[in-house]
């Protein structure tokens, strides 16, 4: 049996939680999701420690060996932790996709308040310099 730990993203019922499920196989687990949530979920990570964690999302996928979910959701918050400037962080907040694993839970309270920590640092001027050469899509 596999444990397959499902996430909820910003705007969804159970934004910021998780619901675990566990079935014959990944797969099994991601239809019993389908059938209990629609599609009002984010991210699929399946595993226990020792086996592969898939960290899945229709526009994202990443896969580390041998960690749990948990380790896998510190991974996040230590690259979080590592990201050098507001002008890295606002591309990630503009660009990466609704749900993504850096916007749900405790790693995006996390990314709220690094991203914010790095903004103050700078003077109005320069945050609206930085927003300018983000962009926007």
Same mark, same amino acid.
């Given at each position: 049996?596999?444990?397959?730990?499902?996430?909820?993203?910003?705007?969804?019922?159970? *934004? @910021? !939680? =998780?619901? $675990?499920?566990? @079935?014959?196989?990944?797969? %099994?687990?991601? #239809?019993?999701?389908?059938?209990?949530f629609g599609t009002q979920w984010s991210f699929q990570y399946d595993g *226990? #420690? !020792? +086996? #592969?964690?898939?960290? +899945?999302?229709? %526009?994202?996928?990443?896969?580390w060996d041998g960690i749990t979910f948990e380790e896998a959701q510190q991974?996040?918050?230590?690259?979080?932790?590592?990201?050098?400037? =507001?002008?890295? /962080?606002?591309?990630?907040?503009?660009?990466?996709? %609704?749900?993504?694993? =850096?916007?749900?839970?405790?790693?995006? %309270?996390?990314?709220?308040?690094? /991203? *914010? @920590? #790095?903004?103050?640092?700078?003077?109005? $001027?320069?945050?609206?310099?930085?927003?300018?050469? $983000?962009?926007w899509k």
């Amino acid at each position: 049996m596999i444990k397959s730990y499902f996430t909820f993203g910003c705007g969804q019922k159970h *934004e @910021g !939680g =998780y619901h $675990v499920i566990e @079935g014959e196989d990944p797969e %099994a687990n991601r #239809k019993e999701m389908f059938r209990r949530f629609g599609t009002q979920w984010s991210f699929q990570y399946d595993g *226990e #420690k !020792g +086996e #592969k964690v898939i960290v +899945e999302h229709p %526009a994202h996928k990443v896969e580390w060996d041998g960690i749990t979910f948990e380790e896998a959701q510190q991974k996040l918050k230590q690259r979080i932790n590592s990201m050098s400037s =507001y002008k890295q /962080m606002l591309c990630f907040w503009r660009y990466l996709p %609704a749900g993504h694993a =850096y916007f749900q839970g405790e790693v995006e %309270a996390l990314f709220c308040k690094v /991203m *914010e @920590g #790095k903004k103050q640092q700078l003077s109005y $001027v320069e945050q609206v310099t930085v927003s300018k050469e $983000v962009g926007w899509k």
